[in-house]
């Protein structure tokens, strides 16, 4: 069939809960998906997984510091979980990239479907450097109620969930309520009173969410998980990550 010619062209593996590779963490939460479809690397399935995630719209200052935060902590060894989202989502996806880390990117459609399009781009890239993974048959387009489901497993594979930026109706904050229910560590990077589209971070931090200032704090949280010790350049970077009002 062509579904069946799709994942062999493309070299998808098809994991079930009894798949060895099938991630450890997702299978302990409440409903973990019956299938998954998985594209690139799939050894990162399994490996220590950070989400990062944010609002599709967002400030010229949250996708910076979405870069700076992903970029040292890829370069610590977390794989970088995402949902390939415009805004915070892809900015993390892209930081791993570029300094040769690692990223995994949920989709929100089947494993052969690019949305939005304008991140064709970045999802051809994570197929190759990284991983692509779905839950979702070939050829399922993007529905509203897909996202919300796809969080599940962001949080799922995840040691901890950071809410880089994110307004009080984002999605993001489903993916944090999400995270809470299945016992996972929840960060969030504080907003200026004067940003609406950072509110939502600064209710979660007001609800018990770690308030993170720099990298050191996400470290402090996941202590005895660093999977490689912070070069001492990147340290210093990851420490002059800042928020300042601009």
């Known amino acids: 069939s062509r579904d069946l010619d799709y994942l062999q062209q493309h070299r998808v593996t098809v994991l079930s809960l009894a798949s060895p ?3 450890e963490l997702l299978k302990q939460i409440a409903a973990p998906p019956p299938l998954l479809y998985a594209r690139g690397n799939c050894a990162l399935l399994n490996r220590p997984q950070l989400a990062m995630v944010g609002s599709r719209k967002t400030s010229s200052q949250g996708l910076e510091n979405a870069y700076a935060f992903s970029r040292a902590l890829a370069t610590c060894g977390f794989t970088i979980c995402s949902g390939l989202a415009t805004g915070i989502d892809s900015r993390c996806h892209r930081a791993a990239l570029d300094c040769g880390g690692d990223t995994l990117a949920v989709l929100g459609t089947g494993i052969d ?21 779905s839950e979702f048959a070939i050829g399922t387009g993007p529905a509203r109620h897909h996202f919300p489901q796809r969080n599940r497993i962001i949080s799922g594979m995840s040691l901890a969930v950071l809410v880089v930026e994110a307004a009080l109706k984002s999605g993001s904050l489903i993916t944090a309520r999400l995270a809470l229910e299945q016992n996972r560590e929840v960060m969030a990077i504080p907003a200026s009173i004067h940003h609406a589209g950072g509110r939502g971070c600064n ?11 720099t990298v050191a704090d996400v470290l402090a949280q996941l202590q005895g998980w660093l999977p490689r010790t912070l070069p001492m350049e990147s340290a210093a970077v990851a420490g002059a990550v800042q928020l300042n009002d601009q």
């Open 113 to 133: 479907g690019v949305y939005p399009r304008d991140n064709s781009g970045l999802f051809a890239e994570v197929a190759e450097h990284g991983l692509l993974l």
């Open 203 to 213: 209710e979660l931090i007001r609800q018990g969410a770690t308030l993170v200032e």
């Open 21 to 23: 590779e099938y991630p």
